[in-house]
């Protein structure tokens, strides 16, 4: 079975600092992971997906994120936070072999960013 | 181009009340998928359509809620005798054809926020 866990459900970072929200995974299969974010009363945008080919995946507004098999985990990391990062951030892993149209959601990491 | 579209964007409704939410996907994407964000809550899976059938209809909560696609595009969640836990975010995506591995992403409309009271 395919689940997904956003280790700490609130980050808070001052504005120029690194951020990093976890995210781990169970796949009975090679999954398909992505990381999307959420500004305050919007739709979900995708950051970055992982789909078998490099392990390290860059996305949009200099965030990245690495596949580690052995950890089972899909980390998204930026080294400098900006104001405008402050949003929820949702890592989902793709299902199994036969269900891989279905997709499995974290609860989600709340990042706040301190001027 | 044009990105998965929904209506009504607000919906106030009183409890009993029936009522339909709309979601426009993206052209060419057969996939659409319906999810329901309550309040500081993470995301629900609903529904999920291939086409005009629903492989999977395993998280509708109760029989008061349907949905249907019809011409393999535009889908409609119907909610009967709302209650006031059914308020919500309802959140539709869609994505292109599946493939092994689940390559492609889905990309979210808007949402519809539904206030039952």
Redesign the interface.
Known sequence: AQSVTQLDSHVSVSEGTPVLLRCNYSSSYSPSLFWYVQHPNKGLQLLLKYTSAATLVKGINGFEAEFKKSETSFHLTKPSAHMSDAAEYFCVVSGALYNFNKFYFGSGTKLNVKP | GAG?SQSPSNKVTEKGKDVELRCDPISGHT?L?W?RQSLG???E?LI?F?GNSA??KSGLPSDRFSAERTGGSVSTLTIQRTQQEDSAVY?C?SRLP??????H???????TRLTVT
Not at chain 2, 98 to 103: F, K, P, Q, R
Not at chain 2, 105 to 111: N, R, W
């Open positions: 998965v996939a998928y999810y809550q993470g995301l899976f999920y291939q492989p999977d959140l995506a599946g493939l092994a591995g689940g390559l992403e889905q990309y979210f409309g808007p949402g």
